[in-house]
């Protein structure tokens, strides 16, 4: 794990241990995001069991989600300055040590803390850390790497939610946390697989004496006249912290990333609270609760389905360039399947939105690392996704209390599906606004380019003749002016 024993390449391996990576970033997707959304099905029995209203105990679901994006830049910070192994190893026994102690829970208070808030940490440390590592195994695969790996998330649910419903009947909800807390350990094993890499574009980054383990001649002056503690803390805490934390983080100052760090927040939003009541939403239409687990077993398939497929496609060459309006375009779909959720009232119905949602949501999942690192590079990519999963904390928040509070309000879940595809419509126009607009400023300053490249004006008077192009200022325009007429007057 230290610097020294780093495997050194020039660029992403492609291949390799790289798919070893692949294989833990799917286990790891499958213990986190997965049981995540498993959650949605003790929804019901936490409900009946504690007597609260939606709003309360949607809060549940609300701060595992907040707790698992607030942390991730956290567990970025671990992964770049300590270990990503020892990062998702320590997120492994934090994860699991939450869903054990929420299994000896006597208040909805104690699932906030112990479901929410420890299991939520735990899987932050592992969540981010180990998608950026594919990013730094890939690069002419990278779309196809994160389609695989980022399918542990709808296999997960696929195989989860009817075993989570299952294990629920036979050993009541205290049980099947005992168990999921049980295979959430099996992070620290994903952790093992996860060998440091040390790219060329990452030691661009490091300050020369730092990558080279050694202080230049001028410190070495200064450490002869000065006690051990001082010089140690001079350079490390001056060279190394204030340069890494200034360069790690100067991508926050990117056009591009700030107007994809504010739609994350409008699609964050409309995503959450459909994987939080579609069981309660599907059980108060009359379905039954294995075909409304079966729903969610539906949408983890197809989430597969949509997170390999596009990650295949737009690796293509012909898609490879549009990789940013694929991303817009499923957003918008998952968006105009949440405004005709509340028409769909049986089994029938829902299925198809399953297909729908299901597969759209795994195709924007694959391409979220994917164009974070279109916008800021490999090298800065760990940072990026923790501000970006970090976006994700509030929405995922504030979104399934206020559904659930709309809920309780109005008697019906249509406004709370209503706002939810809004918020992911606008998320997808912002991105397309965003985008025609560049275009058209680089056609705009292409065009000046080429006018002033072309454009050249001749003076002439007996055998002087001035030059001049068209770049030339307005005082330049004018004393070149006054100098004509006066040869004229001549």
């Not at 959304?37 to 595992?64: K, L, M």
């Not at 440390?125 to 998608?131: H, M, N, V, W």
């Not at 990333?257 to 994350?264: D, E």
């Amino acid at each position: 794990m230290a610097s020294s024993q780093r495997a050194r390449h020039i660029g992403p391996p492609d291949g390799g241990w790289g798919w070893m990576i692949v294989a833990g970033c799917f286990l790891v997707t499958i213990c986190t995001r997965a049981v995540t959304r498993c959650i949605s099905i003790f929804f019901v029995e936490f409900q009946a069991y504690f007597g609260q209203d939606y709003a309360r105990t949607a809060w549940i679901h609300s701060i595992v989600d907040c707790a698992t994006m607030l942390c991730a830049p956290l567990g970025s910070l671990i992964s770049n300055h300590v270990s990503c192994q020892v990062g998702i190893m320590l997120g492994g026994l934090l994860a699991s040590s939450g869903l054990i102690l929420s299994s000896f829970a006597t208040s909805l208070e104690h699932l906030y803390l112990s479901l929410g808030v420890l299991t939520g940490l735990g899987f932050a440390l592992c969540y981010s850390p180990a998608i950026a590592m594919v990013g730094k195994y890939f690069n002419k695969k990278k779309a196809l790497a994160y389609g695989i790996a980022m399918s542990g998330s709808g296999i997960g649910t696929f195989i989860l939610a009817p075993v989570v419903q299952l294990l629920i009947e036979q050993f009541s909800w205290r049980g099947a946390l005992l168990i999921l807390g049980g295979f959430v350990l099996n992070l620290c094993v994903c952790g093992a697989l996860m060998r440091p890499i040390s790219l060329k574009e990452d030691r661009k980054t490091v300050p020369e004496f730092l990558e080279q383990d050694r202080v230049p001649e001028t410190e070495k002056q200064d450490l002869k006249q000065m006690s051990v503690c001082s010089p140690l803390i001079k350079v490390w805490s001056r060279d190394c912290l204030c340069y890494c934390s200034q360069k790690e983080y100067d991508f926050l100052l990117m056009p591009g990333f700030m107007v994809l760090a504010v739609s994350v927040l409008f699609m964050a939003y409309g995503c959450s609270p459909l994987f939080v009541y579609l069981v309660p939403y599907a059980l108060s239409v009359g379905v039954s609760h294995h075909q409304a687990a079966f729903l969610m077993s539906i949408l983890g398939v197809i989430d597969i389905i949509g997170n390999i497929t596009f990650g295949w496609l737009t690796d293509r060459r012909c898609l490879k360039k549009h990789r940013y309006f694929c991303y817009l375009f499923a957003v918008g779909m998952d968006g105009l399947c949440c405004l005709f959720l509340p028409v769909l009232q049986n089994f029938p119905l829902l299925v198809p939105f399953s297909f729908t949602f299901g597969y759209f949501d795994g195709a924007y999942v694959t391409l979220i690392p994917v164009m974070t690192a279109d916008v800021v590079g490999t090298s800065s990519l760990s940072s990026a996704l923790g501000v970006v999963y970090f976006l994700h904390a509030i929405p995922y928040l504030v979104s399934p209390p206020v559904a659930g509070w709309l809920v309780d309000t109005t008697g019906s879940y249509t406004a709370s599906f209503l706002l939810c595809g809004f918020s992911m419509i606008f998320s997808s126009t912002l991105l397309c606004f965003a985008r025609l607009a560049k275009k058209i400023k680089r056609t705009h300053l292409r065009s000046l380019t080429s006018d002033t490249g072309m454009k050249q004006h001749m003076w002439t008077n007996g055998a002087i003749a001035y030059s001049v192009t068209a770049e030339l200022d307005q005082k330049d325009v004018e004393f070149l002016s006054v100098d004509t007429n006066s040869c004229s007057k001549r």
